[in-house]
């Protein structure tokens, strides 16, 4: 399913960067004149603004005129109005060629209430809508961030155009950020069911930064948003970029094993705050040096993977080499997006085939875990077991008939037991005792040793998977030899927690070789495989030899 979402999302952003590849939107950055004060005659053509100031001072709370020379740099199709887009900071009156065309706000009388938006398209009248220049003149007030002077920027177009290519955009990269929304559930997800996944964690968290930067940074295009909240938005932006430009580097140290990571992460932490703290209000500025610290860094951990051959690090090199030509052939917005797009398509690329290896993993350990079953059954009823086993009841049978019953009984109901779980994948613990109990059973006849068995606080509910305390005890029997008293004692303890179950069993007996190398046989393998089989990594085995006999700790994960 993510695998088709990713190729629809692949497909949005090569439309987008062909959108974005086309002529932009014919921008202009006008040279203004202010003056302070209000007469409706300012907004003449033939009046004399020689003297008008080039800068705006300090009109306070006061109304201030806007005088500038634009281009309509087209003849107007038929029938098809034209319109002009003002990017402005404050509620003004707009005036075209002497002619009010529209409003945006309340000039002069903000505070009650924030009316208007940063940006706003109006209509302009057919007749006035020839090719050349017009006069564009601005009755304002700027009662919020009264000292700040950003540039007055027009946009002069076909007035659909204005209202529909921004729209069309924008829907085209929510799209895109819905697809990493669903990406963002979907590895959380997995990483809740697997805690040790904690790259599939990063590039969760990594998608939904990027998700709330695409909604964030569009929001613009359907939301009104007041001149006074303008920062607001840019503060948002800059904080996500900053989240995303940290976190796309620790993602790629983890996934190739940078060396000395736990070194240089926090040093380039302080990079970026540093970064982020200098440059604060030169927002577009500092985004791009976020942005090149975070190629900086990611390119400094792909190499080094590279250089040590790690699978896949060569793509993710070239993906970061590909990024640095975006931004020299389409708009530094789109170029943005698109290069946060394919880095986390990139990170996307490697968690897919950590997961194939980690499937296929799983699939041999299924394959082992049937391979070991059959070999424990082969061990049970091998000629060795069996001819031992017999000759053990024959002699019970001479020597005491009624004791032989018991052996048989015993028997079969260890047999059974085995044929009962051999199957399954899960079984409750007690019934996991019950088969250790009726072993031991067995082995006191076999052996003529006196085999304890002892089980504390043991959640019963719980459930694990089948011959694996089993296997354990006949490890025991196999590492021991009994005690003076001719003893061998089992006792298997629970000690639960909010993130694990751990099971501890104990033999209490003499170690038969205490130099002897422990080895991995099979029974420790088969209890390694079931583990795997039944809880993936989230489990531990441990099982050394004490003081007092032997020692087994599995630990499950929650």
Same mark, same amino acid.
């Given at each position: ?158 007035? =659909?155009? @204005? %209202?529909?290519?921004?729209?069309? !955009?924008?829907? *085209? $990269? #929510?799209? &895109? ?84 990571? =736990?070194? @240089? %992460?926090?040093?380039?932490?302080? !990079?970026?705050? *540093? $970064? #982020?703290? &200098? ?86 350990? @299924? ?8 070999? *424990? ?182």
């Amino acid at each position: 399913m993510l695998y088709q979402l990713f190729k629809k999302a692949g497909l949005i952003l090569v439309i987008i960067t062909m959108i974005s590849c086309q002529d932009d939107l014919p921008f202009q950055v006008p040279e203004v004149k202010f003056k302070i004060g209000d007469d409706v005659t300012w907004s003449k053509k033939d009046i004399d603004d020689s003297k008008w100031a080039t800068e705006k001072g300090n009109p306070g709370d006061r109304i201030f005129w806007i005088r500038t020379q634009v281009v309509q740099p087209q003849k107007p199709e038929p029938f098809t109005p034209q319109g002009v887009l003002i990017y402005a900071f404050g509620a003004y009156e707009v005036y075209w060629d002497g002619v009010l065309i529209g409003t945006n706000g309340s000039p002069g009388n903000e505070l009650p209430h924030k009316k208007g938006e940063m940006d706003k398209s109006f209509i302009i009248p057919d007749s006035l809508a020839q090719k050349g220049n017009h006069l564009l003149a601005l009755r304002m007030s700027q009662q919020y961030h009264k000292n700040d002077d950003r540039p007055l920027g027009v946009v002069i177009t076909d007035y =659909k155009t @204005l %209202i529909q290519e921004p729209l069309v !955009l924008t829907s *085209l $990269i #929510y799209v &895109l950020a819905g697809a990493f929304f669903l990406t963002a559930i979907y590895f959380f997800i997995l990483y809740i069911n697997n805690r040790k996944f904690f790259p599939g964690l990063l590039f969760s968290v990594c998608s939904f930064l990027f998700f709330l930067l695409l909604i964030i940074e569009y929001i613009k295009f359907y939301i009104p948003i007041h001149y006074s909240d303008f920062y607001i938005r840019l503060e948002i932006i800059g904080v996500l970029t900053f989240l995303i430009s940290f976190l796309i580097p620790v993602y790629f140290s983890i996934q190739f094993s940078f060396p000395k990571r =736990k070194f @240089l %992460i926090p040093f380039y932490f302080l !990079l970026l705050v *540093l $970064i #982020y703290i &200098l440059y604060h209000g030169r927002y577009d500025y500092t985004t791009q040096l976020l942005i090149i610290s975070m190629w900086i860094a990611s390119a400094i951990f792909v190499s080094n993977a590279v250089y040590r051959k790690e699978i896949k690090s060569i793509i993710v090199l070239c993906t970061l080499l590909f990024n640095i030509l975006l931004f020299n052939f389409i708009v530094y917005d789109i170029a943005l997006i698109c290069s946060f797009t394919i880095l986390l398509l990139c990170m996307f690329y490697i968690l897919a085939i950590q997961i194939k290896q980690q499937r296929k993993a799983y699939e041999y350990s @299924l394959v082992e875990t049937t391979r070991l079953k059959h070999e *424990l059954l082969k061990k049970k009823i091998q000629p060795h077991f069996l001819m031992n086993t017999l000759t053990s009841l024959i002699d019970w049978v001479e020597e005491s008939p009624t004791k032989g019953v018991y052996f048989i009984e015993a028997l079969a109901e260890e047999f059974d037991l085995l044929n009962q779980v051999e199957d399954k994948k899960l079984i409750p613990i007690s019934q996991e005792i019950q088969l250790c109990k009726s072993f031991l059973n067995i082995m006191r006849y076999r052996k003529e040793i006196t085999y304890l068995w002892n089980d504390l606080d043991i959640d019963t509910t719980k459930k694990i998977p089948p011959a694996v305390i089993h296997t354990l005890v006949e490890n025991g029997i196999t590492h021991c030899s009994p005690n003076t008293d001719n003893q061998i004692a089992f006792r298997l303890t629970e000690e639960p927690n909010s993130n694990y179950t751990k099971y501890i069993l104990v033999t209490l007996a003499t170690i038969r070789n205490k130099n002897k190398a422990i080895q991995d046989g099979t029974g420790n393998k088969y209890v390694k495989a079931r583990l795997t089989e039944s809880y993936g990594d989230q489990w531990n085995f441990d099982s050394h030899s004490t003081a007092n006999g032997w020692k087994n700790i599995i630990t499950i994960y929650h």
